[in-house]
């Protein structure tokens, strides 16, 4: 894969991501959180908590669900969702680790097209 073929974009390496943290990607979609897990999964969420906006990328993952630093929401890194009792979810995004290297996918996003947020749409 070369730097951005097919919507899919370099970002870094794996061991640039602190491990239980995040770094934020700054795309024409918005800032874009990419976590890393205790075990070395990655996932990619839209920085915006769906409570009242937090930076997602500032909370504390604990093991694949990231705890908003506002008001302490959990989102499920792997669905986006809020965990319950509350209700709403956050957009993602596809990201790989191939040869220790992060690609995040942005299907144009970039360019400012349509985003390839899966899984909550902001109607
Ligand atoms: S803004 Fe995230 S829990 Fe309130």
Redesign the pocket.
Known sequence: MNAMTEGWLKIGRLHDVPRQGARVVRTAAGAIAVFRTHDDQVYALEDR?P????PLSQGIVHGHRVA?P????RIDLESGQAVAPDVGCVARYPVRIIDGELWLQLNGAMLGGPTPAQGCRHD
């Open positions: 908590c409570h009242k906006g937090g908003c506002l008001h302490d929401w």
